[in-house]
């Protein structure tokens, strides 16, 4: 009997050994995952922190020149560098509702910068009005990259960690870090709201996102919310959601709706409208590994998601790709008419094919029934518009906005000269030019200038 107690302990013994060993080895995975997790989120927000400072010094740059090839050069970089800093900010675990107002000032610095570097390459410059507010803007990126500096300073000083924001978000994150980490975005998202209303043809321009819902519908309850937002995720994993937040007095009123999947460690975030439940935007923080898509079946990806939810007849104008994902702008086809005012965003993830980021705002706010009368100039008269130096293709109609909020119906035409393509515009109406953009295509994508 004795001998049998002493086999049976020695067993229990290599058991316990070998969980321990087991243990610790988990221990030590997991924390190399922490570590690495930890120094992406810190390379992040470092390069975050470079862009601002970088938007600055460009902005700085541009109130000395005065020169509007340099101006283009300029305005150009600014616009990649705030979509830069923004796809940053929005990888990083911070809660959205405390870095919304950053993200909106960086979404729309960087398209006023792509609007006023279209205005200096149809010879037009920069306006006092439209300097007074770069140098406005120039201020606030100046404080904004100094506030980050300084959080990210005292957030080295007490220890805190970035990746700790996931582990805590789920606690009480007010009494853990209230003083370091909420108050530090707070107090730059008061201050953030006060930058000057922005002007511009864009798809981020304040006097577009002032425009009313055309749409009317029934209103959703929160039940119907959290199903939405469910039902446009993906259907193989589960996830917890809840309402985060809610507004009433915007144009747009919406849920906030945040989900958690029950097995991972990154958060979707979605607005959703409380009339009819459309999806106004989402963002996913899931983090983007080795491209295994191209971006044609990344296109169709998001053409079929679109169609999912509603959203039928959109044609594909134009991507970036940048850290392995995608965004497309889709506009609104009827009749052989593109309408760029009605715009739809898709993110992209080039490693599994999932939607990563969507944006209808634009799509919400100004597709509606419309007439126009027939084009007052023929096909054939707007083709003589193109100089006779350049290569035209057969023009195309479509709805363009003015610069006042208006549509103009008018005739694309592909114009290539040389190496150059070129993207004319001619008014239906006038047979006047109504605007030109060159397309520049890189290897992260097709812009246009």
Same mark, same amino acid.
């Given at each position: 009997?004795?001998?049998?107690?002493?086999?049976?302990?020695?067993?229990?013994?290599?058991?316990?050994?070998?969980?321990?060993?087991?243990?610790?080895?988990?221990?030590?995975?997991?924390?190399?995952?922490?570590?690495?997790?930890?120094?992406?989120?810190?390379?992040?927000?470092?390069?975050?922190?470079?862009?601002?400072?970088?938007?600055?010094?460009?902005?700085?740059?541009?109130?000395?020149?005065?020169?509007?090839?340099?101006?283009?050069?300029?305005?150009?970089?600014?616009?990649?560098?705030?979509?830069?800093?923004?796809?940053?900010?929005?990888?990083?675990?911070?809660?959205?509702?405390?870095?919304?107002?950053?993200?909106?000032?960086?979404?729309?610095?960087?398209?006023?910068?792509?609007?006023?570097?279209?205005?200096?390459?149809?010879?037009?410059?920069?306006?006092?009005?439209?300097?007074?507010?770069?140098?406005?803007?120039?201020?606030?990126?100046?404080?904004?990259?100094?506030?980050?500096?300084?959080?990210?300073?005292?957030?080295?000083?007490?220890?805190?960690?970035?990746?700790?924001?996931?582990?805590?978000?789920?606690?009480?994150?007010?009494?853990?870090?209230?003083?370091?980490?909420?108050?530090?975005?707070?107090?730059?998202?008061?201050?953030?709201?006060?930058?000057?209303?922005?002007?511009?043809?864009?798809?981020?321009?304040?006097?577009?996102?002032?425009?009313?819902?055309?749409? #009317?519908?029934?209103? +959703?309850?929160?039940?119907?919310? *959290? %199903? $939405? @937002?469910? =039902?446009?995720?993906?259907?193989?994993?589960?996830?917890?959601?809840?309402?985060?937040?809610?507004?009433?007095?915007?144009?747009?009123?919406?849920?906030?709706?945040?989900?958690?999947?029950?097995?991972?460690?990154?958060?979707?975030?979605?607005?959703?409208?409380?009339?009819?439940?459309?999806?106004?935007?989402?963002?996913?923080?899931?983090?983007? #590994?080795?491209?295994? +898509?191209?971006?044609?079946?990344? *296109? %169709? $990806? @998001?053409? =079929?998601?679109?169609?999912?939810?509603?959203?039928?007849?959109?044609?594909?104008?134009?991507?970036?790709?940048?850290?392995?994902?995608?965004?497309?702008?889709?506009?609104?086809?009827?009749?052989?008419?593109?309408?760029?005012?009605?715009?739809?965003?898709?993110?992209?993830?080039?490693?599994?094919?999932?939607?990563?980021?969507?944006?209808?705002?634009?799509?919400?706010?100004?597709?509606?029934?419309?007439?126009?009368?027939?084009?007052?100039?023929?096909?054939?008269?707007?083709?003589?518009?193109?100089?006779?130096?350049?290569?035209?293709?057969?023009?195309?109609?479509?709805?363009?906005?003015?610069?006042?909020?208006?549509?103009?119906?008018?005739?694309?035409?592909?114009?290539?000269?040389?190496?150059?393509?070129?993207?004319?515009?001619?008014?239906?109406?006038?047979?006047?030019?109504?605007?030109?953009?060159?397309?520049?295509?890189?290897?992260?994508?097709?812009?246009?200038?």
């Amino acid at each position: 009997m004795k001998k049998r107690f002493i086999t049976m302990m020695a067993i229990f013994t290599v058991f316990l050994v070998s969980v321990g060993a087991w243990g610790y080895a988990q221990y030590k995975e997991n924390k190399s995952y922490s570590i690495t997790l930890e120094n992406q989120f810190q390379r992040m927000f470092q390069d975050m922190i470079v862009d601002i400072e970088n938007i600055q010094v460009n902005l700085s740059k541009i109130m000395v020149t005065g020169a509007p090839k340099q101006n283009v050069l300029l305005l150009s970089e600014t616009s990649y560098l705030c979509y830069d800093a923004q796809e940053k900010l929005t990888q990083l675990p911070l809660d959205h509702k405390n870095v919304s107002k950053t993200q909106k000032f960086l979404s729309q610095v960087g398209d006023l910068s792509i609007s006023l570097a279209r205005k200096n390459l149809e010879g037009k410059p920069l306006s006092i009005d439209e300097k007074e507010t770069l140098e406005e803007l120039h201020n606030y990126s100046n404080y904004l990259s100094q506030e980050f500096i300084s959080l990210q300073d005292n957030m080295f000083k007490n220890g805190m960690r970035i990746g700790e924001l996931r582990k805590k978000a789920n606690q009480d994150l007010k009494k853990v870090n209230s003083n370091l980490i909420n108050t530090s975005l707070v107090n730059i998202e008061e201050r953030m709201q006060k930058y000057p209303e922005l002007i511009y043809d864009g798809p981020f321009s304040e006097h577009i996102k002032n425009k009313k819902l055309h749409k #009317k519908g029934r209103t +959703i309850g929160k039940d119907e919310v *959290i %199903k $939405i @937002a469910k =039902d446009f995720c993906k259907e193989s994993i589960k996830y917890d959601a809840k309402i985060i937040s809610e507004s009433n007095d915007t144009k747009i009123p919406v849920y906030v709706v945040e989900l958690k999947p029950q097995k991972g460690q990154y958060t979707i975030t979605m607005a959703i409208t409380k009339i009819e439940g459309n999806i106004l935007w989402m963002i996913d923080t899931r983090e983007v #590994k080795a491209i295994k +898509i191209s971006e044609k079946q990344a *296109i %169709k $990806i @998001a053409q =079929d998601c679109l169609n999912k939810i509603g959203y039928i007849n959109m044609s594909p104008t134009y991507f970036e790709k940048y850290d392995g994902q995608l965004t497309i702008n889709f506009a609104y086809e009827k009749d052989d008419i593109i309408f760029y005012t009605d715009l739809i965003k898709v993110k992209v993830g080039l490693d599994q094919g999932e939607i990563l980021g969507l944006e209808t705002e634009g799509y919400l706010l100004n597709n509606h029934e419309r007439t126009f009368s027939k084009p007052k100039i023929s096909i054939n008269e707007a083709m003589e518009k193109i100089s006779s130096y350049a290569q035209a293709s057969t023009p195309r109609l479509v709805i363009i906005p003015t610069e006042g909020g208006k549509e103009v119906l008018c005739y694309e035409i592909k114009a290539k000269y040389k190496q150059d393509t070129f993207l004319v515009y001619i008014n239906a109406d006038t047979g006047e030019e109504q605007k030109i953009l060159q397309v520049i295509v890189k290897k992260d994508g097709v812009l246009m200038m």
